[in-house]
């Protein structure tokens, strides 16, 4: 009970007694000695009646998860992740993990933007020391454009300017084309027109890797 009421009282942020006595149903009785002890570990501070959260400010300087994380124990998480790496459709995630579409969607959809934000800020510093003009590919009315580096495809949901911009050579561009083909036709054959360069960089960042590369990797994006 006492982890639920520290969620809580960080949704809250603050907050009087009266207040988190009627959002989480708990008796007063039971809520001041959690609330006390709370005090007592620097996790909250209590000040003219008013509950406040102590933010930890080493925490804030790393990423930050969206809260809904936070609403799900570690092993729902793990089986979602893992279930994304081995490419299981959220609606098989419900039969084999007892996850609600929903739920799974929401989690495979910031995996989708950690990935893509992953490798947009590789591109960038890339793009910085050598800029390049972008491949552009567009599907249902959504344009992404596409840059290559070391035999290694980027995508970006922006155009990325520089005075300095060169073409990519005739050979890059046919290995553009190549990745691009390669991994377009299992965005295609899912039919995702919503946030297409989102799914167009998970298909890129998930090609030749194995379960095991793709469960590390990501787990790393996510939490180091």
């Given at each position: 009970m006492k982890d639920k009421i520290l969620l809580l009282c960080k949704r809250l942020d603050k907050f009087d007694i009266d207040k988190i006595e009627t959002i989480s149903e708990i008796e007063q009785s039971e809520l001041l000695p959690i609330l006390d002890e709370l005090i007592k570990e620097n996790k909250l501070k209590l000040n003219a009646g008013v509950y406040s959260f102590i933010t930890n400010t080493q925490h804030q300087k790393k990423q930050k998860l969206p809260l809904f994380f936070q609403f799900h124990d570690k092993q729902t998480i793990d089986y979602i992740i893992r279930g994304f790496c081995a490419d299981i459709e959220a609606k098989k995630?419900?039969?084999?993990?007892?996850?609600?579409?929903?739920?799974?969607?929401?989690?495979?959809?910031?995996?989708?933007?950690?990935?893509?934000?992953?490798?947009?800020?590789?591109?960038?510093?890339?793009?910085?020391?050598?800029?390049?003009?972008?491949?552009?590919?567009?599907?249902?009315?959504t344009k992404a454009y596409l840059y290559l580096y070391n035999h290694k495809l980027y995508v970006s949901e922006k155009y990325l300017a520089s005075k300095d911009s060169k073409k990519h050579t005739d050979d890059e561009r046919l290995e553009i084309k190549n990745i691009y083909l390669r991994s377009y036709r299992k965005v295609l054959s899912r039919s995702f027109e919503h946030k297409f360069y989102l799914h167009l960089a998970e298909e890129l960042w998930k090609y030749g890797k194995e379960f095991n590369e793709r469960n590390h990797t990501i787990n790393k994006i996510l939490f180091d």
């Open positions: 995630m419900m039969v084999i993990f007892d996850t609600s579409k929903h739920v799974t969607n929401k989690f495979y959809q910031y995996l989708r933007i950690a990935i893509y934000e992953n490798q947009l800020k590789e591109l960038k510093k890339l793009f910085e020391k050598n800029p390049k003009i972008p491949q552009e590919r567009i599907y249902m009315n």
